[in-house]
Antibody
Framework: QVQLVQSGGEVKKPGASVKVSCKTSGYTFSTYGITWVRRAPGQGLEWIGWISTYNSNMDYAQRLQGRVTMTTDASTSTAYMELRSLRSDDTAMYYC???????????WGQGTLVTVSS | SYEMTQPLSVSVALGQTARITCGGNNIANRNVHWYQQKPGQAPVLVIYKHSNRPSGIPERFSGSNSGNTATLTISRAQAGDEADYYCQVWDNSAVVFGGGTKLTVL
């Protein structure tokens, strides 16, 4: 069965970086893109960016450009999202999801809580 | 950039029909997907491409898309349907979510 399993929660200080992993299984990694989404407390879903697992094309949300980097490791079917220069308003639950443009985000990871606090 | 508007909240009596709207300019020309998110859980895809249900989603969930409004309809609402619901489209290569609607089942 399709599974996306994310790394554990993180507590970081302002200005630090965090790298979240998303290990996939149950399907051919290169046939679906990976999207990253977050939800801050009291807020709605916010798109962070996506990466193609086929050719590593990517696109990031404009407000996070310059602070976020997404990568993949096909040998382990794992995607990564790194966010730098963390601020308190980056505190959120971060999710990875498998996607196709026409079929939506059909499988999601369980979420990784990133807390930014001094 | 493309924007979509959802009502902040919708209430429905148990067993009745709830309709959650997602407004956007000529949204009928876009593939609209809908997600349900319950507290403490990851989002779940409930409708893709306007009106298609993924495997395991009850027939009570349906979608439509016309003009400037996409609609998620939940028939015979149950207590377990209480959740936040989000519409989503692609805008060129970017992903856009609606602001989300909190569904309360009375």
């Amino acid at each position: 069965q399709v599974q996306l399993v994310q790394s554990g929660g993180e507590v970081k200080k302002p200005g630090a970086s965090v790298k979240v992993s998303c290990k996939t299984s149950g399907y051919t990694f290169s046939t679906y893109g990976i999207t990253w989404v977050r939800r801050a407390p009291g807020q709605g879903l916010e798109w962070i960016g996506w990466i193609s697992t086929y050719n590593s094309n990517m696109d990031y949300a404009q407000r996070l450009q310059g602070r976020v980097t997404m990568t993949t490791d096909a040998s382990t079917s794992t995607a990564y999202m790194e966010l730098r220069s963390l601020r308190s308003d980056d505190t959120a639950m971060y999710y990875c999801a498998r996607h196709t443009v026409t079929l939506g985000f059909d499988y999601w990871g369980q979420g990784t809580l990133v807390t930014v606090s001094s | 950039s493309y924007e979509m508007t959802q009502p902040l909240s919708v209430s429905v009596a148990l067993g009745q029909t709830a309709r959650i709207t997602c407004g956007g300019n000529n949204i009928a020309n876009r593939n609209v997907h809908w997600y349900q998110q319950k507290p403490g859980q990851a989002p779940v895809l409930v409708i893709y491409k306007h009106s298609n249900r993924p495997s395991g989603i009850p027939e009570r969930f349906s979608g439509s898309n016309s003009g400037n409004t996409a609609t998620l309809t939940i028939s015979r609402a149950q207590a377990g349907d209480e959740a936040d619901y989000y519409c989503q489209v692609w805008d060129n290569s970017a992903v856009v979510f609606g602001g989300g609607t909190k569904l309360t089942v009375l």
